[in-house]
């Protein structure tokens, strides 16, 4: 009777699981409603202190006190949440306004941390940096639990701490953030804090300063996004980045990402050492070459055009592939590149070819298009 | 003396199989809880996460190519490129592979997206069959390339996407599904979390009796067909919360080819698609693992719940039998090809649960079964056998089934917000049970015979009735 008694006791479990689930539709229905109960009474409240706000009176001590107490409750922030997107939607500047004037409730809030769990913790988080709370302003306590919330194991968690923390526009605190994640050794993805960089709500330029006084102390995935960063958000290290792509003792990830910065802003000191790359892979890493090849499609002129075709007869795909598009770029008459459509490699020519079937294509679509 | 000796002999392997299938389905209840509870649990902690802003959104995406393989698809092709035109994502492009068609699966699609001949060199990194014809849209949202070749099979149509994908991830999708409009969000995630990730599995869910309207339900409802209806139910159960347990410890051994997300520099380091299976999606999967293992290579095979692709179920018996059967001899092809990873430590939770699993509960469960029921009719015969005992056994069994695919139909319906009406939630109750008791033991009959006429049919895409999905 063993193997009855067994299922007899997943069936009870299982049974439970279905109520379970039945207080769970209970459970969000009344949530649900009990959060736009909540939103209504909030925006109310919301309301005659944004009117107070017009009327060049401050927001009440009252109502202060009435958040620090209200706003403790996940529930509440939620609705608190639900209440600021309505309001924002339909009168922001005298929202944004309001939340600037509350901002030391968040504060009082991170200062008691009332939210437990990390999940909870996220929340508040997020709403920092939605809300704007820190934004040109760096709250020591709010920046505290953020800096806390970078040693959680969870992507998202870091994730959120630094959105909040770039919304603060405070340089340092960036700097410092960066580091506390390169150092836990965690992963986190290039692209997201690339991303993220350039959310940064402060100057971008001092930020790039800042970041690049401290590039020395970084390790290698994150000096990779600090260039990145560098690169998108406007340049202006074009010495610094050429004597770091000179420097053979640098990774050869750091040197790739300098390539790709010279691609997008043309420098004329970088031009022999693209050219040298393109021609000859550094190190039997084919990735210079081909990196190079496409870098110097911003670098017009005969000599770059005698050395992307001579990379058009690389036994690499890649190279081939972005020399062709390179050239592509250059808009050549089919003459300048008979040598190639004529000549013997068939790679070449058959890449080429693409190329400009491909850019034809193009052509033909636009004219065809409606005006 | 003779007579006594032969009902000893029986007694002692009746009751030897007693002891063999008491350990048989306690080991199957325990899965079966397990993934339903962990399963129903990780959805409501997903809901929580959603709802507390602990998923965000990204501006920037890893790039992918999405992969269509398609072999006769005419009435569905123009319809489903037109559908991942309309997905929430900045960066991909699109490759339908016409696999030697006998309809005009690529006119139709040349027709209607203006595209141009080209010639492409093709890097073949993969085996696959030559192409004939390539073609290009790009005034689209993003690009469309289509190319022709013969025919090979779906394996060899999706290496030919793989040789012509220009992103480092690419995606597998079939040619009458509908993916989801955050579904492409959603299955990179687990890429921009772990770095080690080098495939992800979407969820696949039936979309006959779904109404969507640009790529998002606008209402959910039951299939009206029953068969169909009851599929819901089996892929709630057997789908969707065993995958989440799986995914648990790293052993995933399926991601469906309806949609998954794989890393191409490993796919291809492991050979690509193996073009002599019928099961390509397991295999490709399975063999990742072997490789990854043997080269001691860090990674991780996830599995994205909240990724969702709609399909279509056959509604048929003949084409579920169809369906089936190709699943089965699939499963028997990547199972006996990776024979190694049984019982192997190397291969950790991966050789001693999922394999294990898949050996005893999918691979050889209609034998098992059929041995069973054999046994009984012995039993029987000798007069052994407890008839009211075996009723209250196989009554507790499928109501025990039952439940848990409740639990798990419930648990998704409610975690995503979809909302079903009265009647579907009674007809739900109701045909759990018949799906447990009886298209359970159809879907047996159909694997214990998935091997008749297997040399003659093994490379065949297999046809199953299309019907056009309802997009608005």
Same mark, same amino acid.
């Given at each position: ?45 919301? #309301? ?83 809300? #704007? ?239 | ?203 696949? #869910? ?267």
């Amino acid at each position: 009777m063993q193997i009855e008694t067994l299922i007899y006791a997943y069936l009870a479990i299982c049974c439970s699981m279905i109520v379970f689930n039945c207080v769970c539709v209970f459970v969000f229905r009344r949530r649900s409603r009990v959060l736009h109960r909540h939103s209504s009474h909030l925006e109310e409240q919301i #309301r005659s202190q944004m009117d107070r706000l017009a009327a060049g009176e401050s927001v009440e001590e009252s109502h202060q006190m009435f958040l620090q107490k209200k706003l403790r409750s996940t529930g509440n922030l939620l609705a608190f949440d639900e209440t600021m997107e309505r309001l924002l939607e339909r009168c922001p500047e005298e929202a944004w306004r309001y939340l600037r004037e509350i901002s030391s409730v968040f504060t009082y809030l991170a200062m008691e941390n009332h939210y437990r769990s990390a999940m909870k913790t996220v929340y508040f988080a997020y709403i920092v940096k939605r809300y #704007r709370i820190i934004e040109g302003k760096s709250i020591h306590v709010i920046m505290e639990l953020m800096r806390k919330l970078l040693q959680e194991p969870s992507l998202y968690c870091r994730e959120s701490a630094l959105q909040a923390i770039y919304s603060s526009g405070d340089c340092a605190a960036v700097v410092q953030a960066l580091q506390t994640v390169d150092e836990s050794g965690r992963f986190h993805h290039a692209k997201l804090l690339t991303d993220g960089l350039l959310n940064f709500r402060g100057e971008q330029r001092e930020l790039a300063d800042a970041l690049w006084r401290s590039f020395d102390s970084f390790s290698v995935p994150m000096r990779v996004v600090i260039l990145d960063y560098i690169r998108f958000s406007g340049g202006e290290k074009h010495e610094e980045l050429l004597q770091l792509l000179a420097d053979r003792r640098q990774d050869d990830e750091v040197r790739f990402s300098c390539i790709r910065y010279f691609g997008r802003y043309p420098y004329e000191p970088a031009y022999p050492l693209l050219l040298s790359f393109a021609e000859r892979a550094e190190d039997n890493r084919w990735e210079y070459a081909a990196i190079a090849a496409t870098a110097l499609s911003a670098y017009p002129g005969e000599h770059t055009v005698e050395v992307l075709k001579g990379a058009l007869n690389s036994s690499n795909w890649y190279i081939r592939f972005n020399a062709a598009k390179s050239l592509e770029s250059f808009h050549l008459s089919y003459l300048a590149l008979s040598d190639v459509m004529e000549g013997n490699d068939r790679y070449a020519r058959e890449i080429l070819q693409y190329r400009l079937d491909m850019k034809n294509a193009r052509e033909e679509e636009k004219e065809a298009a409606p005006v | 003396m003779m007579m006594d000796g032969l009902m000893d002999t029986i007694k002692a392997f009746l009751n030897g199989v007693g002891v063999f299938f008491v350990c048989y389905l306690i080991g199957y209840s325990t899965f079966l809880f397990l993934a339903v509870v962990v399963g129903a649990s990780e959805l409501y902690r997903t809901r929580q996460e959603i709802l507390l802003k602990n998923i965000q959104e990204q501006n920037y995406y890893v790039p992918v190519s999405i992969i269509v393989p398609a072999h006769n698809e005419e009435l569905t092709v123009a319809e489903t490129v037109r559908s991942l035109l309309a997905l929430d994502y900045n960066v991909y492009e699109i490759i339908v592979v016409d696999d030697g068609s006998k309809d005009s699966t690529a006119q139709t699609l040349i027709d209607a997206f203006g595209m141009h001949s080209i010639r492409r060199p093709i890097r073949r990194q993969v085996p696959c069959q030559p192409e004939e014809f390539l073609y290009i849209a790009l005034d689209q949202k993003v690009p469309i390339t289509l190319v022709r070749k013969k025919n090979g099979g779906k394996a060899d149509a999706l290496n030919m996407g793989i040789n012509l994908a220009q992103f480092p991830y690419f995606i597998c999708i079939d040619a009458d599904s509908v993916l989801q409009r955050d579904s492409l969000r959603e299955i990179v995630r687990p890429v921009l979390e772990d770095d080690n990730v080098v495939a992800v599995g979407g969820s696949v #869910r039936p979309c006959n009796g779904v109404e969507l309207e640009d790529g998002q339900v606008k209402r959910y409802r039951l299939p009206k067909n029953l068969l169909a209806c009851m599929q819901v139910l089996e892929y709630d159960r057997s789908f969707l919360a065993a995958r989440i347990l799986f995914d648990k410890f790293n052993g995933s051994l399926i991601i469906s080819g309806a949609f998954g997300l794989f890393k191409k520099e490993t796919v291809i380091a492991c050979g690509g698609y193996d073009r002599t299976t019928m099961g390509e999606d397991m295999e490709l999967v399975v063999k990742l693992h072997e490789y990854c293992v043997s080269n001691d290579l860090p990674y991780r095979i996830r599995y994205a719940t909240n990724a969702i692709c709609w399909t279509q179920v056959p509604e048929r018996l003949k084409d579920l039998c169809t369906q089936r059967r190709r699943w089965h001899i699939g499963l028997f092809q990547s199972m006996s090809r990776h024979r190694r990873l049984f019982g192997n430590l190397k291969y950790g939770a991966v050789s001693f649960v999922s394999y294990l699993y898949f050996l005893l509960y999918e691979l050889l469960s209609p034998y098992i079964e059929l041995f069973g029921v054999l046994t009984m009719v012995l039993a029987f015969c000798v007069d052994l056998l407890n008839v009211p005992f075996m009723i209250l056994f196989l009554l507790i069994y499928a109501v025990f089934s039952s439940v848990l695919s409740l639990t798990a139909f419930f648990s998704r319906v409610q975690t995503i917000d979809l909302k079903i009406s009265f009647s579907d939630g009674v007809k739900a109750v109701l045909l759990c049970l018949f799906e447990v008791t009886c298209l359970r033991f159809v879907l047996a009959f159909i694997r214990t015979t998935a091997f008749v006429g297997y040399r003659k049919k093994k490379m065949n895409w297999g046809s199953i009735e299309r019907k056009k999905i309802q997009l608005k």
